[in-house]
C-alpha cells in the first residue's frame, strides 16, 4: 500500500486508492501550516502509520521551506517525541 505526499496532505493508500491513513496541513498564511488531522483506519492502527505518515508529512513540510503549528492532538504528541523536528515548528 503507497504512501501519497501532495502540497497539503499525506495519505497511505489501500491499493484500489481508498484512503486508509491521512495527515492534512493546509495552509494558514505566511508560510506555515496547521497540521489539523490525522487518521488511521481501525484496522490498521498500532502498526505505525500514523508516525510515518507524519514522518512524511514535516519532509514535505521541510522540503517546501514552510513551517509547522500542529493543532492535531496527535501531531503536538509526535513532535514532542521527534525534537530532531523541532526547526519546522513556527512560534
Known amino acids: 500500500m503507497p504512501y ?3 502540497e497539503n496532505d499525506v495519505q497511505y ?3 484500489d486508492g481508498t484512503v ?3 495527515v492534512t496541513f493546509p495552509s494558514c498564511g ?3 501550516v496547521d ?10 492502527r498500532g502498526q505505525g502509520i500514523a508516525g510515518e505518515l507524519l514522518s ?3 519532509a514535505e513540510i521541510e522540503r517546501s521551506g514552510r513551517r509547522a503549528h500542529p493543532s492535531c492532538s496527535y501531531a503536538v ?3 514532542e517525541k521527534h525534537a530532531e523536528y523541532a526547526h519546522l ?3
Open 30 to 32: 505566511d508560510g506555515i
Open 13 to 15: 493508500l489501500a491499493d
Open 20 to 22: 486508509l491513513g491521512e
Open 89 to 91: 515548528l513556527a512560534e
Open 77 to 79: 504528541r509526535w513532535f
Open 4 to 6: 501519497a505526499t501532495h
Open 35 to 44: 497540521i489539523n488531522h490525522t487518521f488511521v483506519d481501525g484496522s490498521l
Open 56 to 58: 512524511r508529512a514535516a
